[in-house]
């Protein structure tokens, strides 16, 4: 009884969610959108069409395909309300995710569950609104901060924030996945020491590593299942 | 009034400042619903307070690189628009590739304040805001559909098939990030390995070495928690781990 009562508020959370994620998302994409004109029309020269068309159709379709990726691969990790604030307040792959993940194991929700998207709802908003908080008091601090901040000392140490970040987060998820880690990083650094053009072109290598890594573990489930 | 006066004057922070205000509403709206509804459906409200503790530390330091983002971006795009762009939808290693990129389109050789005009600015804020719209746009159509697929899926082809799917779901997403992680790692080996020459081990080690630190920190972090039964370290450990490999990252900047 209890149960299905807890079902029928989860329910009605999500379908509210999706209206309140799709309204958002609409309001963000005109403000975005908007702000462009708004600004050009204040500074007396509005975006040249003819250029946007032309920076649009080298730099563009490559986005596009990666934002493809990213929305086929993070909404069943996110859940609904995560994947809306996501996709809205940016970062996913340097902040988002891992912080996402990271919530959801620190706590043990099961993708899937209406856990996991409470939590990772929570964790995105949260880390959402540091973000925010972060960067509007650094704007305010930008000019005493500038000196320190872009001194040539600290530079090496915020240069390499996504390496420190992958090396702890490779200890935490290769410690018990060794069977699956170890391939998957061992064919990756083949194809990067094999054709080195491809550093450049890193975000796209998570879909081919991604499902290197999804296909080992579903070998090594189906083997163990049978095992059983 | 030169470009970056301009581009720094009032209004432009207001006209970015409030869209930034609307996102941190909306972020604020997500955050107490969720909290609200994780409560009504019984769930241990000690778990979603940990679950803020852990984000909020964990998102301090990379925010802080966000910020030297803005920084880096203020000099020839003025300190409101970067701020924006890194507070709501943007990404670092995006936004520094697309406006540079969008700055050759506009005719300039690469973002710099001296080139910089008026519309140049217009035109590359314009080309920066659509170029990574388009995770919205999909949630805005087709999350609603896509999120009920996955349930369905999951659900679909009776209670064997439906277990199995539920049991690999965990696993595929681990795959999933340890796939996205060894991509990030390949490419530090591969850029060390191959960078400047195949096979030649002449590119540059530290990203690599600084991951490696980030990976020994994390070790010491986690054989704390198991040894001391600490659970609160869970909360500091990638912050922390992030941390240590940063501060590494000055000393083994020297010698690289």
């Given at each position: 009884m209890n149960e299905e009562k807890n079902r029928q508020i989860y329910e009605k959370y999500l379908e509210a969610t999706h209206r309140l994620g799709r309204l958002s998302c609409a309001v963000t994409l005109l403000l975005l959108l908007g702000a462009p004109f708004v600004m050009g029309a204040y500074l007396g020269a509005m975006p040249d069409l003819g250029a946007f068309g032309k920076g649009f159709a080298s730099i563009g379709l490559v986005y596009f395909v990666s934002c493809v990726a990213e929305y086929l691969i993070y909404v069943p990790m996110l859940g609904a309300g995560g994947s809306y604030l996501a996709f809205i307040t940016g970062n996913l792959i340097n902040m988002k995710i891992p912080c996402a993940v990271n919530a959801r194991d620190i706590v043990g929700a099961k993708s899937g569950t209406a856990e996991n998207e409470i939590i990772s709802t929570l964790s995105i908003a949260t880390s959402s609104l540091v973000t925010i908080l972060v960067l509007a008091l650094g704007v305010l601090l930008l000019i005493p901060l500038q000196p320190v901040l872009q001194s040539p000392a600290l530079q090496p140490a915020f240069d390499n924030v996504v390496p420190a970040l992958f090396g702890a987060m490779a200890c935490k998820y290769y410690r018990h996945n060794g069977r699956i880690a170890c391939p998957t990083l061992l064919l990756m650094a083949a194809l990067f020491m094999l054709v080195p053009a491809l550093t450049g072109s890193t975000s796209f290598m998570i879909i081919p590593s991604g499902a290197a890594a999804i296909g080992l573990a579903w070998l090594f489930y189906k083997r163990d299942a049978a095992r059983a | 009034m030169g470009i970056l006066s301009q581009l720094n004057s009032p209004v432009i922070f207001l006209i970015c400042g409030s869209i930034v205000l609307v996102v941190a509403l909306m972020c604020v709206v997500f955050a107490v619903r969720a909290y609200r509804a994780g409560k009504a459906i019984g769930m241990d409200v000690t778990k979603m307070k940990r679950t803020i503790v852990a984000s909020a530390t964990f998102a301090v330091l990379p925010s802080v690189g966000i910020l030297l983002g803005v920084i880096a971006l203020s000099g020839s795009l003025g300190t409101p628009w970067p701020w924006l762009r890194l507070s709501v939808i943007g990404a670092l290693h995006y936004e520094t590739q697309v406006a540079e990129a969008a700055a050759e389109a506009v005719g300039?050789?690469?973002?710099?304040a001296s080139q910089m005009t008026a519309k140049a600015f217009s035109t590359i804020a314009l080309l920066m805001s659509v170029c990574i719209i388009w995770g919205m746009v999909f949630s805005l159509f087709t999350c609603k559909r896509y999120t009920k697929k996955l349930g369905a899926g999951a659900a679909s082809g009776g209670e064997k098939k439906k277990s199995a799917l539920a049991g690999f779901g965990d696993i595929a997403m681990t795959a999933m990030f340890i796939g996205l992680v060894s991509a990030y790692l390949g490419s530090y080996l591969g850029g060390f390995v191959?960078?400047?020459?195949?096979?030649?081990?002449?590119?540059?080690w530290l990203p690599l070495a600084v991951a490696l630190v980030g990976a020994g920190a994390m070790r010491l972090f986690l054989w704390a928690r198991e040894r001391f039964d600490a659970g609160w370290l869970d909360s500091f450990s990638i912050a922390g781990s992030m941390l240590i490999a940063m501060a590494s990252a000055i000393f083994l900047g020297r010698l690289a």
């Amino acid at each position: 009884m209890n149960e299905e009562k807890n079902r029928q508020i989860y329910e009605k959370y999500l379908e509210a969610t999706h209206r309140l994620g799709r309204l958002s998302c609409a309001v963000t994409l005109l403000l975005l959108l908007g702000a462009p004109f708004v600004m050009g029309a204040y500074l007396g020269a509005m975006p040249d069409l003819g250029a946007f068309g032309k920076g649009f159709a080298s730099i563009g379709l490559v986005y596009f395909v990666s934002c493809v990726a990213e929305y086929l691969i993070y909404v069943p990790m996110l859940g609904a309300g995560g994947s809306y604030l996501a996709f809205i307040t940016g970062n996913l792959i340097n902040m988002k995710i891992p912080c996402a993940v990271n919530a959801r194991d620190i706590v043990g929700a099961k993708s899937g569950t209406a856990e996991n998207e409470i939590i990772s709802t929570l964790s995105i908003a949260t880390s959402s609104l540091v973000t925010i908080l972060v960067l509007a008091l650094g704007v305010l601090l930008l000019i005493p901060l500038q000196p320190v901040l872009q001194s040539p000392a600290l530079q090496p140490a915020f240069d390499n924030v996504v390496p420190a970040l992958f090396g702890a987060m490779a200890c935490k998820y290769y410690r018990h996945n060794g069977r699956i880690a170890c391939p998957t990083l061992l064919l990756m650094a083949a194809l990067f020491m094999l054709v080195p053009a491809l550093t450049g072109s890193t975000s796209f290598m998570i879909i081919p590593s991604g499902a290197a890594a999804i296909g080992l573990a579903w070998l090594f489930y189906k083997r163990d299942a049978a095992r059983a | 009034m030169g470009i970056l006066s301009q581009l720094n004057s009032p209004v432009i922070f207001l006209i970015c400042g409030s869209i930034v205000l609307v996102v941190a509403l909306m972020c604020v709206v997500f955050a107490v619903r969720a909290y609200r509804a994780g409560k009504a459906i019984g769930m241990d409200v000690t778990k979603m307070k940990r679950t803020i503790v852990a984000s909020a530390t964990f998102a301090v330091l990379p925010s802080v690189g966000i910020l030297l983002g803005v920084i880096a971006l203020s000099g020839s795009l003025g300190t409101p628009w970067p701020w924006l762009r890194l507070s709501v939808i943007g990404a670092l290693h995006y936004e520094t590739q697309v406006a540079e990129a969008a700055a050759e389109a506009v005719g300039i050789s690469g973002l710099s304040a001296s080139q910089m005009t008026a519309k140049a600015f217009s035109t590359i804020a314009l080309l920066m805001s659509v170029c990574i719209i388009w995770g919205m746009v999909f949630s805005l159509f087709t999350c609603k559909r896509y999120t009920k697929k996955l349930g369905a899926g999951a659900a679909s082809g009776g209670e064997k098939k439906k277990s199995a799917l539920a049991g690999f779901g965990d696993i595929a997403m681990t795959a999933m990030f340890i796939g996205l992680v060894s991509a990030y790692l390949g490419s530090y080996l591969g850029g060390f390995v191959s960078g400047e020459g195949l096979f030649r081990f002449a590119g540059s080690w530290l990203p690599l070495a600084v991951a490696l630190v980030g990976a020994g920190a994390m070790r010491l972090f986690l054989w704390a928690r198991e040894r001391f039964d600490a659970g609160w370290l869970d909360s500091f450990s990638i912050a922390g781990s992030m941390l240590i490999a940063m501060a590494s990252a000055i000393f083994l900047g020297r010698l690289a």
